[in-house]
């Protein structure tokens, strides 16, 4: 029987993978220890895509010969400096992007018709006879994609469904069922609510910035299911505050989990934990696309899916 | 100058009515006190749909010839002793039922993408670096539909956008997109996700049973956007609290609004204050439908919309 590959697991939110992947492999855990007696024979990481990559460790991992991105985004991952050491990266594209834009439908709506916050008044009894909220119809408001990858264009066909308009802008122009604007800022200028779903790299890290915030206005909705670094997170909340901005939904952050006392006094707000992603099927197509990917790369086939 | 034409609003959540009719009548507001010395004038009742009507106020109004009603649903009215009486009975149809559509798919993701309580979570500080929630794909779920009317509808196209797979069942048998089965235990059966949108009256009073729960089972939702008398709220709190029922999403309920201490600890729910069709657009549809009826019956021309 010949030896059997060891993989280090690096984020603690993916610990229940050790049961899926101890049957092929000897599998360590980074927050149980730096596995230093182990360094020889690791010979890929299992990482979270939003986790900034530990290159510091790596230099110390001699036989390493793959990062395993769990996730579709690997917005963490320097990846012209793996590249540069000859390291592949594999990733799970394509698995959740119906999921997550589910998500950011439920948050358009849940901002949008006061789900979140007509929740709380009734369980408080601000409910009263003479109480009525009255908020606009999700149809005829215009929505911007921020990005229109895979999510993008699901969240585009389900706000259809919706009889909301749809445009769009990306950095690359490309064919596409809805208008591209000219460029972010005449997007945020046109819509109602902004969806940001592009993939998160440091080409766009901050760039839902304070003057993008303001041209979608006082009674504008931004909406994040990309990564937090894509959004000025400060500017967001001084735009909310000062009521620039007039609603936010977001289910990422710049830091995970978020501070909630940097949430406490900002109105007009919905907020997930990380959750558009996580469903079943999409934890398990990702889990499928991981054990496929460190097969053929220990078995020294093309890897399944790997970063482009 | 002929004498003005009195009407009288019966709901004090309907007060911000009177702005829009002193031009044309005399306005008399119940809740301000019963107008006993306007007992002759008075010739029609402004009423929300879902309150009972006042009979013995009825009796004690010699020239009253038209009950208005503001909303679409007609559920607290009884049609046949107003037309026993000769008096007609306008409402407001088809104004709003895309909004209540919107708002039901924003009780579908709430509750199944666990948003509300993901908000609360976020904000308590429960969001902890090992937490994970993980729920079920909407795509796929079978969504069955009680009552397939214009908001049935625009909840059926809205959900096919959600890749759900979509039933329905109605007392009455019609053409339709989608199948209807065999009963309302059948459709619960067969539904992970159940909508109740359908009219609210005499007949259907307690329809969503112990029964119809049991049978939705313990990973079913159930939403309900019509009227909450449709539904057994003690036979629902006891489903929730006993696991026999997954989850419930509600806008309407048996007394509105709803005593906050009956939901307290009921868990896997979210609430809303009747809101569902509660918007801008749908509110102006209501009140030019309100007017057009209050004209045309005054000018001796058929009412526009009258209860069929």
Redesign the interface.
Known sequence: MTQRPAVLIMQ??L??LSGFLESAYDVYRFWEGPPIEAAHDIRALIVAGEAPLDKALIEQLPNLSLIACFTAGYDGIDIEWCRSRGLPVSHAPGVNH??VA??A???I??AR????S??R?????E?????????????GQKLGIVGLGHIGKAVA??A????MTVSWWGPRPHEAEWPRADSLLALAKASDILVVACKADESNRGLISREILDALGSDGLLVNVSRGQVVDEDALIAALKSGALGQAALDVFIDE??D?TR??NVPNL????H??G??????QGMLVLLIQNLQAHFAGEPLKTPVA
């Open positions: 603690r939110h610990a229940p119906e999921d589910d998500h439908l439920g948050l709506l849940s018709r006061q789900i979140v007509g929740d008044q009734v369980r408080s009894g409910w009263k006879v003479e109480t009525r909220n009255i908020t606009a119809s999700i149809g066909k389900r259809e469904a919706f009889r989990p978020t909630p949430w406490a919905v907020l997930t934990p959750t558009a996580a469903t079943t099927a999409g934890v």
